[in-house]
């Protein structure tokens, strides 16, 4: 069974950073696109990133193109999501989702607040 | 405008059957499969149907999705309480090289 467990989120000011991370288990994660979705306070959901099984090929939503960087470490189990020069619109809940976001974690809350 | 549009609410009494409609356009549904997820207050959201109609283990056969053209449904049939959600549409869109979720549809059971 897919298990996914994001941490790192927490309040930054605008202009911060702040980098996610998220872990796997349960399912051969180096055979798995992975994404990052978030959901802003009573908002529907927006993909934000994926990363290729190997990490060769990434996406992002135009929003966070040149801010936000999606990595994966296949050794570890683990997908991250660096956001950086974060600004207020970025609040939101960030899930971490598998494949065709056929498995979700529980999400982990980012808040832009000064 | 979003490039998947849903209808933002829908609803039904018990045991009878809703519908939910996501349309798109030739780069996302009309060329991808479209998926659908199931979100309750404060949860994560759930995977209900992969590849427009195939239903993951687990999920009740009274849901089920279909595909036509540019536009894609959710079916749920003998309607249940417990169906009150929000659901999802997505797809991948080929122009925009991106996964694009519909605006989201507030399922309320009378």
């Known amino acids: 069974e897919v298990h996914l467990v994001e941490s790192g989120g927490g309040l930054v000011q605008p202009g911060g950073s702040l980098r996610l991370s998220c872990g796997a288990s349960?399912?051969?994660?180096?055979?798995?696109?992975m994404s990052w979705v978030r959901q802003a306070p009573g908002k529907g959901l927006e993909w934000v990133a994926n990363?290729?099984?190997?990490?060769?090929?990434?996406y992002y939503v135009d929003s966070v193109k040149g801010r936000f960087t999606i990595s994966r470490d296949n050794a570890k189990n683990l997908v991250y999501l660096q956001l950086n020069s974060l600004r207020a619109e970025d609040t939101a809940v960030y899930y971490c989702?598998?494949?065709?976001?056929?498995?979700w974690g529980q999400g982990t809350l980012v808040t832009v607040s000064s | 405008q979003s490039v998947l549009t849903q209808p933002p609410s829908a609803s039904g009494t018990p045991g009878r059957r809703v519908t939910i409609s996501c349309s798109g356009s030739?780069?996302?549904?009309?060329?991808?499969?479209v998926y659908w997820y199931q979100q309750f207050p404060g949860a994560a959201p759930k995977l209900l149907i992969y590849?427009?109609?195939q239903r993951p283990s687990g999920v009740p056969d009274r849901f089920s999705g279909s595909k036509s053209g540019t536009s894609a449904s959710l079916a749920i049939s003998g309607l249940r309480s417990e169906d009150e959600a929000d659901y999802y549409c997505?797809?991948?869109?080929?122009?925009?090289?991106?996964?694009?979720f519909g605006g989201g549809t507030k399922l309320t059971v009378l």
């Open positions: 989702a598998s494949d065709y976001f056929s498995g």
């Open positions: 349960g399912f051969r994660f180096s055979n798995y696109w």
């Open positions: 990363i290729k099984e190997d990490g060769s090929e990434t």
């Open positions: 030739s780069s996302n549904i009309g060329n991808n499969y």
């Open positions: 590849r427009n109609s």
């Open positions: 997505a797809a991948w869109d080929d122009s925009l090289s991106g996964w694009f």
